[in-house]
């Protein structure tokens, strides 16, 4: 079945200790996202790669950075996880601004 | 500014007790509203998407309705497995994003 896959789906890093979330799709999907969910609240958008093209939300502290190697792939890197980094991220696909495909998300525990 | 503003924000019913959640929405230029459901420490699951005015769409106990202005996401005779947090977005009307609504948390007793 085509899906969105992310790895790990539990990360536990220490505070200051950079991480790397990962996200695959088979969709084949030329757009994709990342977010990040608190408790309660709606997804926040972080950024999206359409495409090439990197696109930054403006209030995504620079503490948070991605990289797409490639149409399947994507990464979410945080430099230096403080205790408020604590949360889900979801990794979602679109092709264009169709409707968005999520992965199972990954809950990031900062000790 | 694009905006999607959801009501109630928690629903508790009954098992077998119909109701509908609402979305209301505010951009410039409609290109689909789209409808999530979402389970406790998952991704949100596609549901529907909803394209024009008077569009209806259904999936098992829902049914989703689309005004100029609106979308009310009806469930009837709900289960207890109908218990989420039901999302509603759109896409934003200046880039290639989508706007939710900060959701509907949906509890049927049984």
């Known amino acids: 079945d085509a899906m969105v896959i992310q790895n790990p789906r539990y990360q536990v890093t220490q505070f200051g200790k950079p991480v790397t979330l990962s996200c695959s799709q088979t969709?084949?999907?030329?757009?994709m996202y990342w977010y990040q969910q608190k408790s309660s609240q709606a997804p926040k958008l972080l950024f999206h790669y359409y495409d090439k093209d990197f696109n930054n939300e403006a209030d995504t502290p620079d503490n948070f950075q991605s990289r797409r190697p490639n149409t399947s792939f994507c990464f979410l890197d945080i430099r230096s996880p403080g205790l408020g980094d604590a949360a889900m991220y979801l990794c979602?696909?679109?092709?264009?601004?169709?409707?968005?495909?999520f992965g199972p998300g990954t809950r990031l525990t900062v000790t | 500014e694009d905006q999607v503003t959801q009501s109630p924000e928690a629903l508790r019913l009954q098992e077998g007790e119909s109701s509908s959640l609402n979305c209301s929405y505010t951009v410039s230029g409609l290109r689909g509203l789209f409808w999530y459901r979402q389970d406790p420490g998952k991704g949100p699951e596609f549901l529907f998407t909803?394209?024009?005015a008077g569009e209806e769409k259904e999936k098992e106990r829902l049914k989703a309705t689309l005004t100029k202005k609106e979308s009310f996401l009806h469930i009837t005779a709900p289960k207890p497995e109908d218990s989420a947090t039901y999302l509603c977005?759109?896409?934003?009307?200046?880039?290639?994003?989508?706007?939710f609504g900060s959701g509907t948390r949906l509890s049927i007793r049984p």
């Open positions: 909803l394209y024009s």
């Open positions: 977005a759109v896409p934003s009307s200046s880039a290639s994003k989508i706007i």
């Open positions: 979602a696909t679109s092709r264009g601004s169709y409707e968005q495909y």
């Open positions: 969709l084949n999907h030329n757009v």
